[in-house]
């Protein structure tokens, strides 16, 4: 397996027969709450490399409709689902991972919208858009409930 591959499919998470976003998600969710936990600057910092590496790895693997087994947008929109947990609680990183999925599945609005950019940046942007949705409603959630997801 060669670099770009193995970036896209996120280290060989989305390789899986069945589910490979959710899986990619899942493992991205693991690896996000350990970076919270450990040091949570890293968080945003991963968040943005898996952005800019997974431009590079989908342009590389020539990748133009998204197939099933690239996952590095999920593991970018993730982590940035998780940017409005104030830490890697249960509650908080299961709501992080419930909306992130709903609206990657669903792509209602402008997730769909970024999706139609196509190539590279439709692949990457809708998982982005869907990440700032989870955020933008977690964040509502936090501090009208402070507490809830802490």
Same mark, same amino acid.
């Given at each position: 397996?060669?670099?770009?591959?193995?970036?896209?499919?996120g280290?060989?998470?989305? =390789?899986?027969?069945?589910? !490979?976003?959710? &899986? #990619?998600?899942?493992? *991205?969710?693991? %690896?996000?709450? @350990?970076?919270?936990?450990?040091?949570?600057?890293?968080?945003?910092?991963?968040?943005?490399?898996?952005?800019?590496?997974?431009?590079?790895a989908?342009?590389?693997?020539?990748?133009?409709?998204?197939?099933?087994?690239?996952?590095?947008?999920?593991?970018?929109?993730?982590w940035?689902?998780? =940017?409005?947990?104030?830490? !890697?609680?249960? &509650? #908080?990183?299961?709501? *992080?991972?419930? %909306?992130?999925? @709903?609206?990657?599945?669903?792509?209602?609005?402008?997730?769909?919208?970024?999706?139609?950019?196509?190539?590279?940046?439709?692949?990457?942007?809708?998982?982005?858009?869907?990440?700032?949705?989870?955020?933008?409603?977690?964040?509502?959630?936090?501090?009208?409930?402070?507490?809830?997801?802490?």
């Amino acid at each position: 397996m060669n670099l770009p591959r193995l970036i896209a499919s996120g280290f060989g998470s989305g =390789l899986v027969k069945f589910a !490979p976003g959710t &899986a #990619g998600s899942a493992v *991205a969710l693991v %690896l996000g709450a @350990a970076m919270m936990h450990l040091f949570p600057p890293a968080l945003p910092l991963a968040a943005a490399g898996a952005y800019l590496a997974g431009l590079w790895a989908v342009r590389e693997c020539a990748a133009e409709d998204d197939p099933g087994w690239v996952v590095i947008d999920e593991f970018c929109g993730q982590w940035i689902a998780m =940017l409005a947990l104030a830490t !890697p609680s249960p &509650a #908080g990183l299961l709501a *992080a991972f419930a %909306l992130f999925r @709903a609206f990657d599945i669903v792509k209602p609005g402008p997730i769909r919208t970024a999706e139609r950019l196509g190539g590279a940046q439709g692949v990457m942007a809708d998982d982005v858009v869907a990440g700032g949705i989870a955020a933008l409603l977690i964040w509502m959630v936090r501090t009208g409930w402070p507490g809830l997801l802490d």
